[in-house]
Nanobody, 130 residues
Framework: QLQFVESGGGLVQPGGSLTLSCAAS????????IGWFRQAPGKEREGISCMSSRVSFTKYADSVKGRFTISRDNAKNTVYLQMNNLKPEDTGIYYC???????????????????????WGPGSQVTVSS
C-alpha cells in the first residue's frame, strides 16, 4: 500500500505562493504516474497537473499553466506542487494521486481522474483571499 501525507496548504493573498508536498510511504513513488487534482467549492474534482513515472513528461491544465510546477524528489519519496501568482479561483482542496504507468495516457495526457486503484492523498486546503 502506498500512503501519502500532504502538507503546505493554507491561506494566501492573491499573487502569493505556496508549495504543496505529498510525502509517500509504503512503496517507492518513482514507479507511479503522479498527479495533482483540485476540488473547488461546489465543483467537481479536476486534474491540474501530472508527471510521468520517468519525469520526462509533465502536463498542466490551462488554468494553471505558467504558474504551477509539479516536481518529485525520488530520494525523499515526495512529490511537490509549486504554486505561484495564486488567484482566488485557485481556492479549493488539493489532492495528490499516484496511479499505475498503464494509466499514463488517461491521467497524464488527458488529465482525467486516475483509476479506481489509484492512491490518493488526504487533501490540503488552499484558500486565496485578501
Amino acid at each position: 500500500q502506498l500512503q501519502f501525507v500532504e502538507s503546505g496548504g493554507g491561506l494566501v493573498q492573491p499573487g502569493g505562493s505556496l508549495t504543496l508536498s505529498c510525502a509517500a510511504s509504503g512503496r517507492r513513488l518513482d514507479y507511479y504516474v503522479i498527479g495533482w487534482f483540485r476540488q473547488a467549492p461546489g465543483k467537481e474534482r479536476e486534474g491540474i497537473s501530472c508527471m510521468s513515472s520517468r519525469v520526462s513528461f509533465t502536463k498542466y491544465a490551462d488554468s494553471v499553466k505558467g504558474r504551477f510546477t509539479i516536481s518529485r524528489d525520488n530520494a525523499k519519496n515526495t512529490v511537490y506542487l509549486q504554486m505561484n501568482n495564486l488567484k482566488p479561483e485557485d481556492t479549493g482542496i488539493y489532492y495528490c494521486a499516484a496511479d499505475s504507468p498503464s494509466n499514463f495516457q488517461s491521467m497524464c495526457v488527458m488529465l482525467r481522474p486516475p483509476s479506481v486503484n489509484a492512491y490518493w492523498g488526504p487533501g490540503s486546503q488552499v484558500t486565496v483571499s485578501s
